[in-house]
């Protein structure tokens, strides 16, 4: 199985991606708000982790590629989050894209397309997003969701050390927000249509 969107396959993982994957996880630029940077073997662990994930419980973050060249980019998807605090347990939707292809629209791209599959074929009641507060890059992508944050859903991130990364935002998109805004836009695209027919 795999997702696709007008520029982007989502699919499960291969030998191909470890290289470039590992060389985004060691990069600066892209793991400056997460807790640490991991090294090849960390990655390798990761990605057996994702794919364990996809064979027991049919979710996980697939592999991001360009449609025209095949090319590896990154990650999107859905996890559940090992961590304990007041809105766990919970499924997560991320996202982790090269630096080389930002700006281009791929993560809220990658993203709409894994919420449509966890509330269509997986029929979850609610998705969450969280990122450390000064990732405003993320917090945007999250807005551009339609997702909803609550400042009391702030928290501090149990498995973060680094004070300047441990305080997390909190975003959720409930099913019926996501079916309901999903129907007026068939909705408008259709009444659209007819105009111009």
Known sequence: MQLETKRLILRRWRDS???PFAQMNSND???EYLA???NMDETIRMVERIEASFDTN???LWALALKETGEFIGFAGLSRPTFYTHFTPCIEVS???DAAHWDKGYAREAGKE???DGFERLGLSEIVSFSAAANARSIRVMKELHMQSAQEDDFLHPLVTQISLK???LFKIAAHAWWVRNINELKNSLANLCRSS
């Open 29 to 31: 630029k892209v793991m």
């Open 95 to 97: 996202w982790r894209i």
């Open 114 to 116: 894994v919420l449509r």
């Open 36 to 38: 640490n940077k991991l």
């Open 58 to 60: 049919n979710l996980g």
């Open 17 to 19: 991606d470890i290289e």
């Open 167 to 169: 305080r997390h935002v």
